[in-house]
């Protein structure tokens, strides 16, 4: 299977979630509750990841570096973002910083999926 095919996999469920997120977001404005929504394509560092990818891995027939760097090969960064990433971009949303946000989905994908 192609990056750019496995990339586009789970997406109708991802934009269920999404649209729900958003109107909940719509609901609840008004109350001063935000909402905003941390799109991640899986930090490989974390475990639940990790369990996974040894799992394609060897139903692929490749080393976990191998099946690793193409996970990796397919984004506009040529890599998965680390975890670290992904909670600067939570804690930004979730500071002050970030008050006037809501009903956003904030892209921490390193680009394996783009926003038109």
């Known amino acids: ?10 997406r109708p ?9 958003r ?5 609840l404005g008004p109350h001063g509750i935000r909402l905003v929504i941390v799109r991640s394509a899986g930090s ?6 990790q369990e996974v ?5 060897a139903v692929g027939g490749v080393t976990l570096d191998e099946y690793q760097a193409d996970r990796g090969s397919g984004t506009m960064l ?6 670290a ?3 600067n971009a939570a804690t930004l949303l979730a500071s002050d910083r970030a008050s006037a946000m ?3 989905i904030t892209n921490v994908t390193c680009g394996a999926f783009f926003d038109m």
């Not at 299977?1 to 789970?10: I, L, N, Q, V």
């Not at 490989?44 to 990841?49: D, H, I, L, N, Q």
């Not at 040529?78 to 975890?83: D, E, T």
């Open 44 to 49: 490989p560092e974390t475990p639940a990841v």
């Open 78 to 83: 040529r890599r998965l973002p680390a975890l």
């Open 1 to 10: 299977m192609t990056s750019s095919a496995r990339s586009w996999r789970g």
């Open 85 to 87: 990433e992904v909670a």
């Open 102 to 104: 809501t009903a956003a």
């Open 53 to 57: 990818t040894k799992l394609h891995a």
């Open 23 to 27: 109107s909940l977001a719509c609901e």
């Open 13 to 21: 469920a991802c934009a269920t979630v999404e649209a729900l997120w």
